[in-house]
């Protein structure tokens, strides 16, 4: 009973917090896109890219596929002030979270390429197109598809990751949830509480959104549910 | 005249084995040329070597006047006039058969939107598929999706199509429309290079016909001629048991 009338209290707060929210759905955004634009790429460069590009990129995946998110967050964040330049967090975070997101994202695309018959890329080179253009109007496409299921996965995982930036002081929610927590301590169950309806609301939306994607994109003919393979 | 056509002394090998001992041959203007023969024995890397989707090892290969195995020609302006029609038709999955067939005008050759839909609806009624544009490929059957990956060819107006066994992954009644299709380009002055199993065919379409065997063309001639006096006993092995296997092959 005396735990209701503390939800109740943390109503208060719940404006503030659910303005900081923002603030994590706008890392999210730059993280995701970072990770998207620069995850295709080393993919690619993987798949294609040759010995020197494709080494590169295997590095590049095993660096940030390794390091720890909280020590890029503060590399990325402490690491530039060491040199006299200072950074903000947001950006610090967005570029932290968004290269490790991008080594993750990299392998969703590169199993969606390589899953792709060999004969797609044959007849593309065959009508005339050079490489870049058949990757462009042939492979991709497929791949994009072939890649949401996996990417709804990073997706859901890197939700809950913008949570880390309180660490470099962005004003998220859950910097703001630890204010309040400092200030009433008898407050802090209610307030996780709401932190945490606020990311199962977020996750939700977001795979609710990737489904959609999912079914708008489906090629007729294949990946339809319910017909006989899924029922064997 | 000269040859549309000119491949010269074409070598190829896979680790070991050597696929192609040098293959020569020429193809004039309008012609349509059926190469048959075991199975393994280079016919589908001598196709894909005339387009450099393999590279031979040695060898020349000449497309009007232009050497296409030569290190600085442009080769994705080359295989632009070169149509290539698949055994198992590798149609881009995610399109429908109109954007299959309009595809490369306007990517390869920059056509706009409005002229690439008019000719790509052309092509697919020219292989009677009019009523199939908005199907995407897993909606057709095999002999259809065969017929859009012609029209893809020929959207292209190509120099020449090369055939690698294009009725080979269809099931029996559905290879009729197909090689109807075939026989219909030859008429019109296609030229084009064949390599199938499909004797009927062979004998009524071909001007010349190729037998090889083990990397090396065996023998060559008009259709009359090597079926009924072929020169080589290994053609006429060859095609005694091509026709137990297929059976009686009319035309």
């Known amino acids: 009973m005396e735990f209701f009338l503390k939800l109740g209290e943390v109503g208060r707060y719940l404006p503030m917090l659910l303005r900081a929210s923002l603030v994590n759905l706008e890392l999210l955004g730059a993280l995701l896109a970072i990770g998207f634009l620069i995850g295709t790429l080393v993919a690619l460069l993987q798949v294609y890219g040759g010995r020197l590009l494709g080494t590169g990129a295997y590095l590049y995946e095993w660096v940030f596929r390794s390091i720890p998110a909280l020590v890029l967050l503060f590399l990325f964040y402490y690491g530039p002030a060491r040199f006299g330049v200072s950074i903000k967090p947001f950006l610090a975070a967005s570029l932290a979270l968004g290269f490790r997101s991008s080594a993750y994202q990299s392998q969703i695309f590169r199993g969606a390429i390589q899953a792709i018959p060999t004969g797609q890329m044959v007849a593309a080179r065959a009508l005339g197109m050079s490489r870049i253009r058949a990757i462009r109007h042939v492979i991709l496409p497929q791949a994009f598809r072939l890649a949401i299921p996996g990417w709804s996965n990073e997706f859901s995982s890197v939700v809950k990751d913008t949570t880390l930036a309180y660490a470099v002081t962005l004003n998220e929610i859950m910097r703001h949830a630890k204010i309040v927590m400092d200030n009433q301590y008898d407050l802090a169950m209610a307030t996780f509480i709401v932190v945490a309806l606020v990311f199962l609301v977020f996750t939700y939306s977001g795979n609710a959104l990737l489904g959609q994607v999912e079914r708008r994109f489906r090629i007729p003919g294949l990946q339809m549910p319910g017909t006989q393979g899924a029922m064997l | ?251």
């Open chain 2, 1 to 251: 005249m000269n040859p549309l056509l000119s491949v010269e002394d074409i070598h190829k090998r896979y680790g070991k084995e050597e696929v192609l001992k040098g293959v020569s041959f020429q193809l004039r203007k309008g012609e349509t040329k059926v190469i048959i023969g075991p199975s393994g024995t280079g016919k589908s890397t001598l196709l894909r070597c005339i387009n450099r989707l393999t590279e031979p090892d040695r060898g020349r290969v000449w497309l009007d006047g232009v050497e296409v195995t030569s290190p600085k020609a442009n080769i994705n302006r080359i295989r632009a006039q070169i149509g290539f029609v698949f055994q198992d038709f590798n149609l881009f999955t995610h399109l429908t058969a109109l954007d299959n067939v309009r595809l490369g005008p306007m990517r390869v050759l920059g056509m706009r939107k409005e002229e690439a839909t008019a000719l790509a609806l052309e092509e697919l009624a020219r292989v009677g598929l009019s009523d199939k544009a908005n199907s995407y490929p897993a909606q057709l059957s095999g002999g259809q999706q065969q017929r859009v990956s012609i029209a893809r060819a020929l959207a292209m107006n190509p120099k020449l199509i090369l055939f690698d066994e294009p009725t080979s992954a269809l099931d029996p009644e559905l290879i009729g429309e197909v090689l109807e299709v075939m026989i219909q380009l030859a008429k019109e002055g296609m030229t084009m290079i064949v390599v199938t199993h499909e004797m009927g065919f062979a004998r009524s379409v071909a001007d010349e016909i190729i037998f090889m065997e083990k990397g090396v063309i065996v023998e060559q001639g008009p259709p009359e001629q090597l079926f009924s006096a072929p020169k080589h006993p290994r053609t006429a092995e060859f095609l005694r048991k091509i026709t137990e296997l297929y059976g009686g092959t009319e035309g």
